[in-house]
């Protein structure tokens, strides 16, 4: 009796699993909605102006040669500008290069040669060395830098260091050079590293005097050595008589 109660009032709970009726949904291929429901999509679709609307080709390319970004002075810039100044004009050399692809090393040897001869190797960008010479003495050196370009300054006109350094490094094309305030080329620096310095200068100088008058001495004293000599033979020709 107790067995049948219980199979009569115990509640049995079903195991549901919820599944669609038609398989997966897709989602890169979407069905489309009803048409009535597709017209008030349509209508509730919100609208934007069109920036290119009204505008030319010309206004429309992505460089537009008439565009003027505002231009932010910066202050370290101008810092360094100032800086490049003072270099030109305390230098009694300055050298331009354009450079080649260079490893770091060989950069790094070529500093450390230009820093034993008293020289500064310096990678300046345009607009820095344009806010620095610009509507100076020096603004002609600006056509030089359209690409990767390097300045070398020097306090003592080296010009001979200068080329024996380039000669090591051909990664880095000597263009031109400041020297005594005139902008020399390439063939006119060459032409000067040939000139001794000062000291050998002078004592070239100081030689050449030298064997002048050593040569006016001999031949204001040929006249009387020769006479000098001819009265000594005749001496020795009276004590040979006697």
């Known amino acids: 009796m107790a067995l049948l109660r219980k199979s009569l009032l115990e509640v049995m709970t079903p195991f549901v699993q919820p599944k669609r009726f038609r398989g997966k949904i897709n989602i890169q291929r979407p069905k489309p909605p009803h048409f009535v429901k597709s017209k008030y999509l349509e209508i509730c679709k919100p609208f934007y102006a069109s920036q290119k609307k009204g505008k030319t080709m010309t206004e429309l390319c992505g460089f537009n040669m008439n565009r003027k970004d505002e ?39 070529a500093m450390v040669m230009f820093h034993k001869e008293g020289m500064r190797m310096k990678f300046i960008g345009k607009k820095t060395l344009e806010m620095a010479i610009k509507e100076t003495p020096y603004e002609a050196v600006l056509d ?88 000594e033979d005749r001496k020795k020709q009276l004590d040979g008589d006697n």
């Open 71 to 109: 231009v932010i002075e910066n202050p370290f810039q101008r810092i360094i500008a100032n800086e490049v100044l003072t270099y030109f004009q305390t230098s009694k050399l300055v050298a331009f290069y354009h450079v080649n692809h260079i490893t770091g090393i060989d950069q790094f040897k």
């Open 144 to 231: 030089f830098f359209i690409s990767r370009n390097m300045i070398v300054f020097s306090s003592e006109p080296k010009i001979k260091e200068l080329i024996k350094i380039n000669r090591k490094f051909p990664q880095f094309v000597l263009l031109a050079g400041i020297y005594e305030n005139k902008l020399l080329n390439l063939d006119d620096l060459v032409k000067y590293s040939k000139i001794p310095n000062l000291e050998t200068a002078q004592s070239m100088f100081v030689h050449t005097l030298n064997a002048s008058a050593n040569r006016l001495h001999r031949q204001l004293n040929s006249r009387q050595t020769s006479l000098l000599a001819l009265l």
